[in-house]
Nanobody, 130 residues
C-alpha cells in the first residue's frame, strides 16, 4: 500500500520555526516531483513549495519565499519543509503530494485538487499563535 505520512506539525508562536517531514512508503518516489500544499481554515488548498525529483528545481509561493525551505532525501524516500519566521497566516493543514506526470514548476501553478495528484498525505496541522 502506497502511503505518504506527514509529521512535525504543531502549535508554535509567531516568529518560531517548525520542520515538517513527509515519509513515503510502498514504493520509491525518487522519480516523482514532490510538493507541499496547505489549506487554511475555511479556504481552498494552495501551493506552498515543490521540488523536482533530482532536487535541482525548487519553487515557492510568494507568501513563503525567504522563510520556508523544501528539501528531499531520495535515499530515505522523504521530503521536508523547514518553516521559519512563522506568521499567524501560515496556520493551515499542510499536505504532502507526489506526482510522476508533472514537474515542480507545474505544481506551482496547477489547481492541486482538479489536477489529481498521484498521491496525497493525510495532512499535518500547523497552528501559529500571535
Amino acid at each position: 500500500q502506497v502511503e505518504l505520512v506527514e509529521s512535525g506539525g504543531g502549535l508554535v508562536q509567531a516568529g518560531g520555526s517548525l520542520r515538517l517531514s513527509c515519509t513515503a512508503s510502498g514504493r520509491t518516489f525518487s522519480s516523482y516531483a514532490m510538493g507541499w500544499f496547505r489549506q487554511p481554515p475555511g479556504k481552498e488548498r494552495e501551493f506552498v513549495a515543490a521540488i523536482s525529483w533530482s532536487g535541482d528545481s525548487i519553487y515557492y509561493a510568494d507568501s513563503v519565499k525567504g522563510r520556508f525551505t523544501i528539501s528531499r532525501d531520495n535515499a530515505k524516500n522523504a521530503v521536508y519543509l523547514q518553516m521559519n519566521s512563522l506568521k499567524p497566516e501560515d496556520t493551515a493543514v499542510y499536505y504532502c503530494a507526489a506526482d510522476l506526470g508533472t514537474t515542480a514548476q507545474s505544481m506551482a501553478v496547477i489547481d492541486p485538487i482538479s489536477y489529481g495528484m498521484d498521491y496525497w498525505g493525510k495532512g499535518a496541522l500547523v497552528t501559529v499563535s500571535s
